[in-house]
């Protein structure tokens, strides 16, 4: 079945940086479209950073464009995303997601906090 796992995610000031890990199995990793999603405390989820399949073409939120960067190892089936000038509304659980045969995944999701 497919599973996303998540880790990375911490405490850090902010100006910090973290990078986000997800690890993926069950499904055609290099062939799909992969997302970063958070969703901070009172707010809906957001996509945060996409990855066309084969990681042909990459898309950001323009809260983050700059200062994230999603990329991927097709034959780790590994999902990862750098975030660099961390800001406090950066604040959130992030979680991965891919879509298979029209149905979301979503991984457990990995809080991040940025504080000082």
């Known amino acids: 079945q497919v599973q996303l796992v998540e880790s990375g995610g911490g405490l850090v000031q902010p100006g910090g940086s973290l990078r986000l890990s997800c690890a993926a199995s069950?499904?055609?990793?290099?062939?799909?479209?992969l997302r970063w999603y958070r969703q901070a405390p009172g707010k809906e989820r957001e996509l945060v950073a996409s990855s066309s399949h084969f990681g042909a073409v990459t898309n950001y939120a323009d809260s983050v464009k700059g200062r994230f960067t999603i990329s991927r190892d097709n034959a780790k089936n590994t999902l990862w995303l750098q975030m660099n000038s961390l800001k406090p509304e950066d604040t959130a659980v992030y979680y991965c997601?891919?879509?298979?045969?029209?149905?979301?995944?979503w991984g457990q999701g990995t809080q991040v906090t940025v504080s000082s």
């Open positions: 997601s891919v879509r298979v045969l029209s149905i979301d995944y």
């Open positions: 069950g499904f055609s990793f290099s062939t799909s479209t």
